[in-house]
């Protein structure tokens, strides 16, 4: 069995004279939580409708679960859940009753998984309240339900927090968190509340204006937002040996450039300078920084389109 749920490889999907995305290459093994960044507009929700089989790619393919047949992907994607946009729910059906519907839809044999489900999204006690007179919140959690009746291996999720109050939000983080460590499950989620998603995603991919800028770990991603001081000296060596033996401190990297990024000591940046310049070494640059996703995200897009346009 492929190690990949999903593997794209340059994925396209133009309408008209404009792409949507263009050459998407994204890589999702089994048992990431994969968050999907981007503005609006940027392609995300023309990706997960390309995978979900809701559109059809323009150029490209698609690999799912280790197949990348275009006639047998519909078979493979019964081993999906998803929520894309909007949740399709009948108005004037009870919860109950949707599940119902969607259960006979997709072929799920017996009934008990309905119950297990609307147990595990907290909508058990709605009885025969109608969907139509649901919140915004409780739509959601009803399309999470739809997503989840089949006990996916793999589910997608677009902009699943929409309607949720904080406490809705916290609670979905920590069932995502919770069914891909007891069931293994697969996640492609994006989301515009990007601080959920540092605390959810062990894998991000940033798309804008339909090209995939970047794809990195969480523990890469964590690497560029921690907080540490640049230093940049004369003698690039001889100051990591001043930190280690000076400032009794292996946490820091000496980068390619020379630079080195020096994670203890940060909010003590005299005394960081003066061992260094008690030691003989110039120093040329030292500064104190570290992002938030949100930040990091900004400055990626602020370098893309500076790149744009000079």
Not at 12 to 39: C, M
Request: aromatic share 6%; glycine share 8%.
């Amino acid at each position: 069995m492929s190690e990949y749920i999903l593997r794209t490889n340059k994925l396209s999907k133009r309408y008209k004279n404009d792409f949507a995305i263009e050459n998407i290459n994204v890589t999702i093994k089994k048992g990431e939580i994969y968050g999907f960044i981007g503005q609006n507009g940027a392609g995300k929700s023309t990706l997960l409708r390309l995978v979900t089989g809701l559109t059809f790619p323009t150029s490209g393919s698609i690999e799912l679960f280790g197949n990348d047949n275009p006639q047998e992907l519909t078979d493979v994607q019964k081993r999906m859940g998803a929520i894309i946009e909007t949740p399709a729910l009948f108005l004037n059906m009870t919860p109950h009753e949707n599940l119902e519907v969607h259960r006979l839809q997709i072929g799920i044999p017996g009934k008990d998984c309905i119950d297990k489900t609307l147990e595990l999204v907290g909508l058990t006690d709605t009885g025969k309240k109608k969907v139509k007179n649901f919140s915004l919140g409780m739509k959601q959690r009803l399309g999470l339900a739809i997503a989840l009746l089949s006990d996916p291996e793999f589910i997608i999720l677009d902009e699943p927090t929409n309607g949720l109050d904080p406490i809705g939000i916290a609670w979905l983080r920590k069932l995502i968190k919770k069914l891909n460590r007891e069931k293994g499950l697969t996640v492609l989620i994006s989301s515009h509340i990007l601080s959920e998603l540092h605390q959810l995603a062990t894998k991000f991919g940033i798309i804008h204006k339909g090209n995939l800028l970047e794809e990195l770990s969480s523990n890469e991603l964590d690497g560029k937002c921690r907080q540490h001081l640049r230093i940049k000296v004369d003698e690039p060596a001889r100051g990591a040996t001043v930190l280690e033996k000076k400032l009794f401190t292996a946490d820091f990297e000496v980068m390619q450039d020379g630079m080195i990024k020096l994670y203890s000591n940060v909010d003590d940046v005299r005394k960081v300078s003066r061992a260094l310049t008690n030691n003989g070494l110039v120093i040329e640059h030292l500064s104190q920084t570290g992002d938030s996703l949100e930040s990091y995200f900004s400055k990626l897009l602020k370098g893309v389109e500076h790149d744009e346009f000079n």
